[in-house]
């Protein structure tokens, strides 16, 4: 009995225990890491991987997996920063983009449940699609100059807290209350534990994982809004490897890629892992080289940690 407490506790706070002593072990190494303003600087630093993360979770939660969402991010940023610059309105080019995202979220989906296509394929395929109109509909050439009402969104803050964080943590908020807190979330739920079941008992199946995969892609196309908002500008090579970070930050956070048992508790602490560790790396002037190694080995360290304590 003791032996089964000591491994549920690792479960359920091990990756917390695990970030306080990264952030315990960075702080003895750099003095400035628990100052005021890089705890800022790691919060707006993680924005854009958190968001895209929680839509992520969802997809993982059933099961599935999206390949695409930097190529949709990038696309939907692209067209927005067009539509801005033909004299369009912030909020109407905003509300564009993600229309445009999570339409292509919804192809995706349909695609997986229609078509009967597995979501490895279905995404990759979509991944290459959109970055292909990305770089057609931009010829390659970045879109800069974006109207200050835009760029609030990635430069602008309420008080001390920048705005990054004020959407990410809005995103979270509502995310999490929707999958903890109403029946969506129970039958996401459901469908990544036993989809066969869930179908017998009335779910219908293929309009929930449409949804899921429409709410990734709205929140990469967000994710990229703030992107481009702080650079001013709109990149057709936005977005590339993003897909990798979100699925890494997830599966740190606990989301199990068989579906069916995670959450965005675990996401949040996940993509802050992350964030963390490659703040700390910064600080402490380690090459750009060496980074990625020392942020996968950490990554599959932890993976090995989960799988020993599952």
């Given amino acids: 009995m003791h032996t089964l407490n000591l491994r549920e506790l690792s479960r359920r706070f091990g990756l917390v225990l695990s970030f306080i002593v990264l952030c315990v072990v960075l702080s003895l190494l750099s003095d400035r890491f628990l100052t005021p303003s890089n705890a800022i600087n790691v919060l707006r630093q993680s924005t854009i991987n958190g968001i895209i993360a929680i839509g992520m979770t969802y997809v993982i939660l059933i099961a599935g997996i999206d390949l695409s969402v930097g190529a949709v ?6 067209v927005t920063a067009d539509l801005l610059q033909k004299g369009l309105s912030a909020p109407l080019a905003v ?7 999570a ?18 394929v279905a995404t990759l395929g979509m991944m290459t699609v959109a970055r292909g109109l990305t770089l057609t509909y931009t010829q390659g050439r970045p879109i800069t100059g974006l109207s200050d009402g835009f760029r609030f969104m990635g430069i602008g803050s309420l008080g001390p807290i920048p705005m990054p964080i004020i959407i990410a943590g809005l995103a979270f908020f509502v995310c999490y209350i929707l999958l903890t807190r109403t029946r969506v979330g129970e039958y996401i ?12 008992v009335g779910i219908a199946a293929d ?20 992107l481009a ?15 990798f970070d979100a ?33 700390g790396l910064n600080l402490l002037n380690v090459s750009s080289f060496y980074q990625p190694v020392v942020t996968g080995a950490v990554i599959a360290l932890a993976l090995l940690l989960y799988r020993a304590i599952r």
């Fill in 95 to 101: 509300a564009v983009g993600l229309g445009l995202g």
């Fill in 229 to 243: 908002a702080r650079l001013n500008s709109a990149q057709p090579t936005a977005g590339l490897g993003y897909e």
């Fill in 189 to 200: 739920f459901a469908l990544g534990n036993n989809p066969v079941a869930a179908r017998y």
């Fill in 247 to 279: 699925i890494a930050a997830v599966v740190v956070g606990g989301t199990s890629f068989a579906g069916g048992e995670g959450g965005l508790g675990g996401t949040l602490l996940g993509v802050l892992v992350i964030a963390v560790l490659n703040n």
């Fill in 207 to 226: 309009r929930y994982v449409a949804f899921v995969y429409s709410v990734a892609g709205l929140l990469a196309a967000l994710a990229g809004m703030i």
């Fill in 73 to 78: 991010l990038a696309l939907s940023t692209v």
């Fill in 103 to 120: 339409g292509l979220g919804l192809v995706n989906g349909l695609i997986i449940t229609k078509g009967r296509v597995p979501p490895f």
